[in-house]
């Protein structure tokens, strides 16, 4: 069951109802009984909790998290052939 966002075109108070895809628009504001209106959301956008990603998450295993990566400038150039 998805959340729904409200707003209140008569006081301008905005609220969340989880309800069914199936149930009606709520049309009256719990606050002042003025007429409401159904936000967009952002529909089913990922919602990150907790202390944050581990090491392992999302990377390759061969990877040392140890190592510092190369800059541009640490990189090796590419040698030139002596062709003449």
Request: charged residues 25%; contains cysteine.
């Given at each position: 069951?998805?959340?729904?966002?409200?707003?209140?075109?008569?006081?301008?108070?905005?609220?969340?109802?989880?309800?069914?895809?199936?149930?009606?628009?709520?049309?009256?504001?719990?606050?002042?009984?003025?007429t409401v209106k159904r936000l967009i959301?952002?529909?089913?956008?990922?919602?990150?909790?907790?202390?944050?990603?581990?090491?392992?998450?999302?990377?390759?295993?061969?990877?040392?998290?140890?190592?510092?990566?190369?800059?541009e400038t640490q990189k090796e150039k590419p040698k030139e052939s002596a062709?003449?």
């Amino acid at each position: 069951m998805p959340t729904y966002d409200y707003k209140c075109e008569n006081c301008g108070h905005k609220f969340e109802l989880f309800q069914k895809m199936s149930d009606t628009a709520i049309t009256v504001c719990p606050e002042c009984s003025g007429t409401v209106k159904r936000l967009i959301g952002s529909g089913l956008a990922p919602i990150f909790k907790g202390s944050g990603f581990y090491q392992t998450d999302y990377k390759n295993s061969s990877t040392n998290a140890s190592t510092p990566a190369k800059t541009e400038t640490q990189k090796e150039k590419p040698k030139e052939s002596a062709a003449a």
